[in-house]
């Protein structure tokens, strides 16, 4: 069974990561809108991605005799400047995730809840993966002169590549 704290904790972590596909989902439509093709389906791949991690903490709530609450969900950004700083904010909103999924684990500990804890270290695996391939997207920024000729198209077909290297 969950301790209250714990069971608190997982629900603000599930309403995270589905504001996460949102922000995501957000962002792929800007990228869509604005001719950035690749990038808006890496992002929109993203978005689901997000809310598998959603489903996922939400269903092990439950698993565990705990209360899976459906998260109401806030505004999201939907017009960004320009493609750059969509790629800032998905670096600093997975860096907020990996940090919000670090203090959990450190209450699991204190808790001595193992079970959520061992759960807990596929998102950390994952954070791990997502915040190097946001840092990437914002390499090919310093590799690629968006104002070149075709910088725009280059930095779009580089950046989706990031996440099929995996
Ligand atoms: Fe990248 O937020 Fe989920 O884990």
Known sequence: SLKEDIEIALNGQAKMEAEASNKYLAMASWLERNGFERTSEYLYRQAEEEREHFLKIFRYINEMGGAAITPSLGEVQQEYPDLRSVFEAALHSE?????????????CRANNDYATEDFLMWYVKEQREEEKNARRALELFDLIDVNSANGLYLLDKEIAKIGREE
């Open 95 to 107: 860096i907020a995730v990996t940090n919000s999924i670090n203090r959990i684990v450190g209450l």
